[in-house]
């Protein structure tokens, strides 16, 4: 309880405060590369505090230069920053709009065009995966949760369509990305975070310049099959 209530105060101090920072210099600059080097260091410090060991494979399958949308499995919350912190890249994100609807983190992340997605909305939802699919396209890589939304249970869920439409329009490569043991870290439902060793295990991206629209079922179902290979059979469920 002590060690997240310390991370949890770190992190929203941080962001009071490094957060106007990097909004006015990307204003200044027109880049958003100090943003994006505020928030490593803040994941480094609050990862070094959460207690969180990374162990991390594959990371010579990502060519440099090269536009990519990562998409992994979700167990925790750490999810999203672990990614952006073991790709090295400064990546956008499909997001929930309620992370939208957070004071200040709010304007950060539309600075960095996080695209935020209202999956209650059809018509909303399709416009923000059609941005996404362009800026996609304009060179800017992305990380999204096929599933969704977090795992409560461990066990790899169903996945969602539209992010394998996003890189079928976009003719963006696909990597899918396993994550291991991160719901130890902070299990659903619990406010205490601890310790663990996380793996990450990048795998071949997925080349979709010649798929159509037809192909998303086939390109979910690679995308699916290679997560599953990286993760525990216990985790996976054997699904």
Not at 71 to 86: A, M, R, V
Not at 180 to 197: D, E
């Amino acid at each position: 309880m002590l060690r997240a209530s310390f991370v949890y105060l770190f992190v929203a101090l941080y962001v009071l405060i490094a957060g106007p920072i990097g909004i006015i210099g990307s204003l200044l600059s027109g880049r958003t590369d100090l943003v994006y080097s505020l928030a490593r260091l803040c994941l480094r410090l609050a990862g070094w505090m959460s207690g969180i060991r990374l162990v991390i494979r594959g990371q010579e399958r990502i060519l440099p230069d090269h536009t990519y949308l990562f998409l992994s499995n979700h167990q925790s919350n750490f999810d999203g920053p672990i990614l952006l912190h073991t790709t090295g890249r400064n990546l956008r994100a499909i997001v929930k709009t309620e992370m939208m609807r957070i004071p200040l983190l709010s304007m950060v992340l539309r600075r960095v065009q996080f695209v935020p997605i209202d999956r209650k909305d059809p018509v909303q939802a399709r416009a923000g995966l059609d941005r996404a699919a362009q800026l996609l396209r304009n060179g800017f890589s992305f990380f999204a949760f096929p599933e969704g939304t977090r795992s409560r249970d461990g066990f790899l869920g169903q996945f969602k369509k539209g992010v394998f439409v996003m890189a079928i329009q976009a003719g963006m490569p696909v990597v899918p990305v396993s994550i291991r043991n991160s719901r130890a870290l902070q299990l659903p439902g619990r406010y205490g975070i601890r310790p663990a060793t996380v793996e990450v295990a990048f795998h071949d991206p997925i080349d979709t310049s010649i798929m159509k629209l037809e192909d998303r079922d086939y390109l979910l179902r690679l995308t699916r099959e290679a997560i599953l290979r990286g993760l525990d059979t216990a985790a996976a469920g054997g699904r």
